[in-house]
């Protein structure tokens, strides 16, 4: 099951598990507001003390951003939420906890030099999933257009004059009497 699943509105009601992602925290009393992320979208659970463990609040309290978790709930309709469900907690497990620093904040005006060397991490923000969803989509309309033409995809050789990516054993080939070495792609 996805976030994407419950947002179409067919778990109204139904008890869910998520395997994703925390992407906010906020607390009002004795209820936490958790957004949680998988592949496919993003969803509130609503933590409430008097609903769970007293095991499960104190580890909802010690998630930090990026957290990954299982957490299980049932879904509620509510048009105050993000896309108009929420699901409302009653078990969660902590898989992994994130490092504290959590190096991409929002509030923060980031280089593109900085956001670079953390690429791993800025494409889990919406705007960068939203470029690489329409990058998918783009390709994926190219690929079935030429294979309903009948093209069939071919990956050719990539010759380069110079070992790449720090490897020291490379295919070698001569290359009108200079050395040439096929790139580190699916070709080799």
Do not use: N
């Not at 008890?15 to 998988?38: A, C, M, P």
């Not at 969660?92 to 690429?119: N, W």
């Amino acid at each position: 099951m996805s976030i994407s699943d419950i947002l179409e509105g067919r778990f109204t009601e139904k008890e869910v598990e998520i395997k994703g992602w925390l992407v906010t925290k906020r607390s009002s009393g004795g209820v936490q507001f958790l957004i949680i992320r998988d592949g496919t979208d993003a969803i509130q659970f609503t933590v409430h003390k008097d609903d769970v463990t007293d095991k499960v609040f104190e580890d909802t309290d010690k998630l930090t951003q990026e957290s990954s978790i299982i957490i299980k709930g049932v879904v509620k309709e509510d048009k105050r939420a993000p896309g108009g469900f929420e699901v409302r907690a009653k078990d969660l497990q902590i898989v992994q906890l994130a490092d504290q620093e959590y190096p991409i904040a929002k509030k923060k005006d980031h280089g593109t030099d900085f956001l670079m060397s953390y690429r791993q991490l800025w494409i889990r923000s919406p705007r960068q999933i939203a470029i690489l969803r329409v990058r998918a989509e783009i390709i994926k309309s190219c690929r079935d257009f030429l294979d309903e033409e009948g093209f069939t995809l071919t990956d050719s050789p990539i010759l380069t004059p110079a070992a790449a990516e720090g490897v020291s054993t490379l295919f070698e080939v001569p290359y009108f009497g200079e050395k040439a070495f096929l790139a580190q792609t699916g070709q080799l």
